[in-house]
């Protein structure tokens, strides 16, 4: 059965896999008052259950250490790993105990293959590299992370897919549609943004998983994430709120190995609307 707020991509007895919206916030929280993916799945869990039979599911490497499979479940409500609130895309939901330690185990030991799809500021010189550098929470904002030779090791490949501008003359028809820069010359007014416009569209494959990973590195890089309203000056932010309206960050593919089967699975999850809607206002350079 499909939700029309969360497409389900993939479904079966064990596994369910969801198309994330973005502005949602994945796990339950009393600071969280609005609808989260985790209080979703509990309702829907209860009308649309997973298989009792799971008890082989479980892999031989699992420990109770953190409780038995049941104890996790019913805290994490079959939560197998999390995205950032304006993070869209495929979300992997376990439907019963089993399958939920065997694939939070796949998680740990990075069996499985993530695949995002982002937009940066510039123009990265090297179409295809591997970023290498550890992350750690900021000693100046709770709420960030950045990179630090005492982080924890930190792993993104990425590839160039495509390289956009937004025109200046858009750019300024946008600015004065928003009542931005009032009083000033358009020659005023491109001078200001001259350094604004430019930007490249990446495929990556982060091999870790640390919080804002994909996030912190390209801003590390002087390549921020449009619409990163944390990791981009305040400047930059609000011009991309002009035409694009959230973080540009989808979780296009998971890949892991079904916890019954052992076939292996690849989901996939097309580049939302207002994504596109996004690319639709720039040029291909």
């Known amino acids: 059965m499909s939700d ?19 502005g949602v916030v994945v796990n339950a929280a009393e600071s969280v008052r609005e609808e989260t993916v985790q209080s979703w799945m509990r309702t829907y869990l209860a009308e649309n259950p ?35 609130r304006d993070t869209s895309g495929a979300l992997v939901l376990a439907k019963n ?66 390289v956009y501008e937004l025109p200046q003359e858009k750019l300024l028809q946008l600015l004065r549609q928003h009542d931005f820069e009032k009083g000033r010359t358009d020659a005023q007014i491109y001078k200001e943004y001259q350094s604004y416009g430019r930007f490249t569209l990446l495929s990556c494959y982060p091999k870790t998983g640390r919080t804002h990973q994909i996030r912190v590195h390209f801003a590390f890089l002087q390549h921020p994430l449009v619409g990163d309203q944390i990791y981009t000056n305040k400047w930059r932010g609000k011009t991309d709120l002009l035409w694009c309206d959230r973080q540009f960050l989808h979780a296009s593919s998971i890949q892991f190995q079904h916890p019954r089967t052992r076939e292996v699975l690849t989901i996939s999850a097309p580049l939302q609307d207002d994504l596109n809607a996004a690319l639709s206002q720039l040029d291909l350079v």
């Open 97 to 162: 105990p089993g399958a939920l330690v065997a694939l939070m185990y796949q998680f740990k030991v990075r069996e499985t293959h993530k695949e995002y799809t982002c937009l940066v500021h510039g123009e990265l010189p090297i179409a295809k590299d591997t970023i290498r550098m550890p992350i750690m929470r900021s000693t100046t904002s709770r709420s960030k992370f950045a990179v630090a030779t005492s982080g924890k090791p930190a792993e993104t490949e990425y590839e160039v897919l495509k």
């Open 50 to 84: 997973g298989s009792d039979d799971w008890y082989n599911l479980i892999p031989e490497e699992f420990t109770e250490e953190y409780g038995s499979p049941q104890e996790i479940f019913a805290e994490r409500t079959g939560m197998v790993h999390r995205l950032d």
């Open 4 to 22: 029309a707020r969360f497409p389900i991509l993939f479904e079966d007895e064990d596994v369910l896999v969801i198309d994330k919206p973005a």
